[in-house]
């Protein structure tokens, strides 16, 4: 099993453009999250699912957009992006059901918006 | 709303010093879940723990181990004979009951340097 794997590993965007950022699973997750992680302010999260077709917002959505049209495969966009942004970026992923499991990490997206 | 606070922004020890970290939590839920999360320099966050509100148990794995008191609501990490490997940012974090498996909160994070 890859685990959870994100792309890019690095991005630099100019103010204004847009973008997406991949996440992707293969342990057959029901739950998956993506969080950003800024310095002194430990991990934040953006958004997140509980399955498939099923999305809803973190603590810090503003900006941000994301879809599940598969349990696999979890998408960021960045709409229009921020100098605001620049950030390092991680998916995350769990089992669902009664009994909530450990979230498991993807290496991370460093994104640095100009 | 939950918050996770570790007070301790960073701490330097020497070789096989022994190394708590602290962690505080805040919640309103009686069922909650409670984490350890490693981050070395390479980035990646690495799983060490999990711990439910029900099972106030210490934890021993190795040179870790973990202290649940939901008395002070703290749930510190202990690392013994400390090494240079040990050397990381260390991140406590809290879900909160069923429906927010997927949401935790993290606190900010301790920064442990391990000097030889």
């Given amino acids: 099993n890859a685990g959870v794997t994100q792309t890019p590993k690095f991005q630099v965007l100019k103010t204004g453009q ?97 | 709303a939950q918050k996770v606070t570790q007070a301790q922004t960073e701490i330097s020890v020497v070789e096989k010093e022994d190394v708590t970290l602290d962690c505080v939590y ?23 723990i999990r711990r439910n509100s029900f099972d106030e148990q210490n934890e021993i794995s190795g040179r870790y181990s973990w202290n649940f008191q939901k008395s002070t609501s703290s749930f510190n990490f202990t690392i013994t004979a400390s090494q ?15 429906t927010s498996g997927s949401r935790l909160t993290f606190g900010e994070g301790t920064q442990l340097t391990v000097n030889p």
């Fill in chain 1, 18 to 114: 847009s973008m997406t950022l991949q996440c992707a699973q293969d342990m057959n997750h029901e739950y998956m999250s993506w969080y950003r992680q800024d310095p002194g302010m430990g991990l934040r999260l953006i958004h997140y699912s509980v399955g498939a077709g099923i999305t809803d917002q973190g603590e810090v959505p503003n900006g941000y957009n994301v879809s599940r049209s598969t349990t696999e495969d979890f998408p960021l966009r960045l709409l229009s992006a921020a100098p605001s942004q620049t950030s390092v970026y991680f998916c995350a992923s769990s089992y669902g059901g009664g009994n909530p499991g450990t979230q498991y990490f993807g290496p991370g997206t460093r994104l640095l918006v100009l």
């Fill in chain 2, 26 to 48: 805040e919640t309103r839920d009686t069922t909650y879940y409670l984490f350890w999360y490693k981050q070395p320099p390479s980035g990646e966050l690495v799983f060490l």
């Fill in chain 2, 84 to 98: 240079v490997v040990d050397s990381a940012v260390y991140f406590c974090a809290l879900s909160e009951a069923v």
